[in-house]
């Protein structure tokens, strides 16, 4: 999925109005939002900051300063590690590391949903639609990846 896709579907699930306009510059095709009271802001996890602030759910950033930590460093892995990775090995192994760090979370940073969540699924839906639709995913899906599904 695109990152202004996500951003549009971000917006949506925030309850934010539409009327945001994203463009992409680089190779990498990173997102650029042109603000009304400023400079344009770069890159998928500033920008969804700034639409969970424009919405008034900062919760969603964490609040905790040990929460909003660990949702920073979910937001960077997602940029580093998920996007641009797309080899089955990689995937492979991501998936993995992810189920094993859930196993005893419900979420992210542990029982609060937060904007990591959001980003990380968006990032990784694109992944799990290809296993659905190569046939993979199925109750062995499930068995392995239990805290994915």
Not at 61 to 89: C, F, M, P
Not at 96 to 124: M, P, Q, W
């Amino acid at each position: 999925m695109a990152a202004a896709a996500e951003l549009s579907l971000l917006e949506k699930s925030l309850g934010l109005s539409k009327g945001n306009k994203y463009s992409a510059q680089g190779e990498r095709q990173i997102p650029v939002l042109q603000t009304n009271n400023g400079p344009s802001l770069t890159g998928l996890t500033t920008i969804a900051a700034h639409l969970v602030k424009q919405a008034n759910k900062e919760y969603l950033l964490g609040s905790t300063a040990e929460e909003k930590a660990i949702v920073q460093q979910w937001l960077e892995y997602r940029v580093t590690r998920v996007d641009g990775h797309s080899s089955k090995n990689d995937i492979h192994t991501l998936l993995k590391d992810l189920n094993s760090y859930l196993e005893d979370k419900v979420y992210l940073t542990g029982y609060n949903f937060t904007l990591a969540d959001i980003l990380l699924y968006y990032g990784l839906h694109r992944f799990i639609v290809s296993i659905i639709v190569t046939g993979i995913f199925s109750v062995v899906f499930r068995m392995i990846f239990l805290n994915l599904s």
